[in-house]
């Protein structure tokens, strides 16, 4: 440790931070900030400030799933303060019957045990949010989940599209993809169905003189099928035909 | 699939030790073991991985042959250089019997956050947008059409989202699935480890410039901020991996304004050269830190010499790992359906200023009202900032913070002019980016106002 920093240390040992003091400065600052999770906990189980709250970040999801795993829950905090009561009591517990066992050198002070208890708490709340949003939408901890079973979650049109097409043609199948919805679906399609290769087919089907270059263009490269996607449909969302049949 | 994942670890363990092994002792003497471990994760990833990039911004096809051939080069070295590399462990260059014993709810937050990093990343596949469409298909393109040149992305039919976005973490991706084909547990390999190479970084940072209370204070910031644990699966490993080599290269450029030595100048060019390669974000830092160091270079007095030396080395070897990727790039024909992120970027500044106080509480809101991603870090930050910014000592960080604030500025401009463009929409995309530069921020501040303690001690020793 550099000379300049031993000074500041030896600057920090104020009396509140003697050894003796160290675990009920710690203890209370675990006590303290289980109160202030508690308080967390009663004011985020009222729905119109939780709304309000929220709305104070303009950019936050308006997604219902990403907004259940991101935002802190109010059980979790509840979790996680009764997680610092119970270190608390291991701390006095700690204190009680090793009292005289030899003490370290070095103590932290309150501010310090609170800042690291509470930044402690918004930790574990926010572990605690992510497995209890697993364990309330699958029934089960991440790692019992298979990724299948994610993405049937996660994209319930375009995943399952992605396999019933697997099933329709081959790996190594080159098609031309029209995709209903924009880029945003064009690109996430032609992902989940590599390795069959998707080539752009929008100038497909306007039937004019540019058409016919781009079909000429795509047979060049082994362009065999075209495929028009509409992830909404519930009757026929893959239509799939030869490109030399249109 | 675990044999092509070990290998990717060993080799990666390998490269890592001949990074340090090349690295003598006496220019690492005031560095902690921690900080040795993180050079040894960080370097086998960005070693390799820029390597790699070269050669296939050359031409050669993708192999993951080309990594474990690095490892067992690097394996080579590390024998050859054993005394060397043996040095850096045996002898002790820091004391820390002033340590506090660390706070049981610390080690629990620790511990919670570490082990749901891991668990989300051996587990659970990538579900956000852009890991599926974009970073995703380019590592299976990758193991299966092996090249850059493919037609997978030089052929403006293929539909290849963004085929622009650099390409180092998709490679390293891709590396550690090996021969066995994609999985996603491999291809978060390298997010993990760039998750715990920040875990060695913020724990060595602690143990050499911190002690006492602040020591605990800033673990605290750092090891229980969420958004660096919990970020690589929530909402994609880019911006997070970034945020690791901005705490890297901050760390290193804050080492380098002490004392201008070869080995932190080169730390940062690898960590700038990792940043650029990983996506825009980290191309604004990179250009940040370049600019800072400089200045930094030209405004000091007796070592400007060595350390313009120093800056003109960093910029030759961007140019390096730049050149290669801006000439591939150009190469890469434009589809018809391609749209111009940079389109009206420069025009109409008047017209929107009428967002900027929008965007920018939605800065604001992000940092401080956040706190199941930042924790109350930002808040301890801007303390630290306000209480430190009065010292002289501060201006000697300001160059390091100067990255961080482009990087920021950058990210905000974006938004006022996605505002126009894409409208309240993109808006969701905002808060991912600012894990790429709350580390290195929360990092300057606790190092100037320590620094202003620091002197304040020293004063009044010696009055």
């Keep these: 440790m550099p000379n300049s920093a031993r000074q500041i240390h030896r600057e920090d040992r104020s009396p509140s931070s003697t050894p003796s003091g160290r675990i009920t400065a710690e203890v209370v600052a675990l006590f303290v900030a289980g109160l202030v999770g508690l308080l967390a906990w009663l004011a985020l189980r009222q729905p119109w400030l939780r709304q309000h709250l929220a709305e104070l970040v303009p950019h936050r999801y308006p997604i219902a799933f990403a907004f259940e795993r991101q935002i802190l829950a109010p059980r979790s905090v509840a979790l996680a303060s009764a997680i610092l009561w119970l270190l608390a009591l291991l701390s006095l517990l700690r204190e009680k019957i090793w009292r005289r066992a030899p003490k370290p050198q070095r103590s932290i002070g309150f501010s310090t045990a609170l800042f690291v208890a509470l930044q402690s708490l918004i930790a574990m709340s926010v572990v605690i949010n992510l497995n209890s949003y697993f364990l309330r939408t699958f029934h089960r901890p991440p790692c019992r989940i298979s990724a299948t079973e994610i993405y049937m979650h996660w994209i319930p049109q375009a995943f399952p599209h992605s396999l019933q097409l697997r099933q329709r043609v081959s790996e190594q199948t080159r098609l031309a993809l029209y995709v209903e919805g924009g880029a945003f679906n064009r690109y996430l399609f032609s992902a989940l169905v590599y390795p069959i290769r998707c080539y752009y087919g929008e100038s497909l089907t306007s039937g004019s003189d540019s058409a016919a270059s781009a079909i000429a263009e795509l047979r060049r490269r082994g362009v065999e099928y075209y495929l028009h996607y509409d992830p909404f449909s519930t009757t026929e969302p893959l239509q799939l035909r030869r490109i030399s049949n249109q | ?463």
């Design chain 2, 1 to 463: 699939m675990t044999m092509a994942m070990l290998n990717g670890l060993i080799a990666q363990f390998c490269i890592g030790c001949a990074v340090l092994s090349l690295v003598s002792f006496s220019a690492l003497q005031t560095v902690s073991r921690a900080t040795k471990a993180a050079v040894i994760v960080f370097s086998g990833l960005a070693v390799p991985g820029l390597l790699i990039l070269l050669l296939l911004c050359v031409g050669f096809p993708f192999d993951p042959q080309w990594f474990y051939a690095l490892g067992a080069l690097g394996a080579i070295m590390t024998i050859f250089r054993r005394k060397e590399f043996l040095c850096h462990w045996q002898k002790g260059g820091l004391s820390f019997s002033g340590n506090p014993q660390l706070p049981a709810a610390l080690t629990v937050g620790f511990a919670c956050l570490a082990l749901w990093t891991t668990i989300s990343l051996m587990c659970l596949p990538s579900v956000d947008y852009d890991s599926i469409a974009i970073w995703g298909y380019r590592v299976r393109v990758l193991l299966n059409e092996g090249t850059l040149y493919s037609e997978s992305l030089r052929d403006p039919y293929r539909i290849a989202p963004m085929p622009k976005h650099p390409y180092l973490l998709p490679l390293m991706e891709a590396a550690f699935c090996g021969r066995a084909g994609f999985s996603h547990a491999a291809q978060h390999i390298p997010h993990l480890g760039l998750y715990f190479a920040f875990v060695l970084l913020v724990i060595g940072t602690a143990r050499e410039w911190f002690a006492g209370e602040f020591q605990v204070l800033f673990l605290a910031a750092m090891l229980l901020m969420p958004a660096p644990a919990v970020q690589w699966w929530l909402e994609g490993a880019r911006e997070p991996a970034i945020g690791v080599a901005a705490l890297w290269s901050t760390y290193w450029f804050l080492r380098w304004l002490r004392d201008p030595s070869p080995s932190a100048a080169a730390f940062v060019g690898l960590a700038l050269g990792a940043m650029y390669h990983m996506k825009v974000e980290g191309a604004a830092f990179a250009a940040g830190s370049l600019v800072a160091v400089f200045i930094v270079s030209l405004m000091s007095g007796a070592d400007r010499r060595i350390r313009l030396l120093h800056f003109a080395c960093l910029a030759c070897a961007l140019l390096f790992l730049v050149i290669p990727w801006t000439i591939s790039k150009a190469l890469m024909l434009p589809t018809t359906q391609d749209y111009d992120f940079t389109a009206g970027f420069a025009e109409g500044w008047s017209r929107r200023l009428s967002m900027i106080p929008f965007v920018a509480w939605m800065g604001l809101s992000e940092m401080f009202l956040r706190p199941e991603l930042y924790g109350l870090a930002p808040h301890l930050g801007i303390i630290w900032l306000v209480r430190g910014i009065t010292r002289r000592t501060w201006r000697a960080a300001l160059p390091a913070v100067f990255p961080a604030l482009l990087c920021l500025l950058g990210i905000l401009a974006i938004y006022v002019v996605r505002q126009e463009q894409l409208g309240a929409a993109r808006n969701v995309t905002f808060s991912r980016r600012f894990v790429c530069v709350m580390p290195s921020l929360v990092l300057v501040a606790a190092y100037a106002y320590y620094q202003a303690r620091i002197s304040l001690s020293d004063k009044k020793d010696a009055a």
